[in-house]
Nanobody, 124 residues
Framework: QVQLVESGGGLVQAGGSLRLSCATS????????MGWFRQAPGKEREFVAG????????IYADSVKGRSTIPRDNAKNTVYLEMNSLKPEDTAVYYC?????????????????WGQGTQVTVSS
């Protein structure tokens, strides 16, 4: 059974930082690219960041570029999303996802497995 479980969400003040974690089944992390998406109320799900299986290639959405990183620890079967300088517009449910791909992809349809999501609320 493939599972992705996010954690680390919560209420954060604007300008603050957070780290989200996504624990995965071991066989996923070593062969799949991983991505983080988010969905704000009334908006479509959008790509935030992605990383390939080796960690050597990453892509970030323009909205988070320069203030986010997506490290992965294959030994711990975990991928993270670290964000700083948070803004109220970062408020959303954040999802991690896994895709069987060599290259990092930004389209949600390419991803095979999804976590249940974790709420991040940034107060002004």
């Amino acid at each position: 059974q493939v599972q992705l479980v996010e954690s680390g969400g919560g209420l954060v003040q604007a300008g603050g930082s957070l780290r989200l974690s996504c624990a995965t089944s071991g066989r996923i992390l070593s062969r799949y690219i991983m991505g983080w998406f988010r969905q704000a109320p009334g908006k479509e799900r959008e790509f935030v960041a992605g990383i390939n299986w080796s960690g050597g290639s990453t892509i970030y959405a323009d909205s988070v570029k320069g203030r986010s990183t997506i490290p992965r620890d294959n030994a711990k079967n975990t991928v993270y999303l670290e964000m700083n300088s948070l803004k109220p517009e970062d408020t959303a449910v954040y999802y991690c996802a896994a895709a069987r791909s060599i290259l990092v992809v930004v389209t949600a349809d390419w991803y095979d497995y999804w976590g249940q999501g974790t709420q991040v609320t940034v107060s002004s």
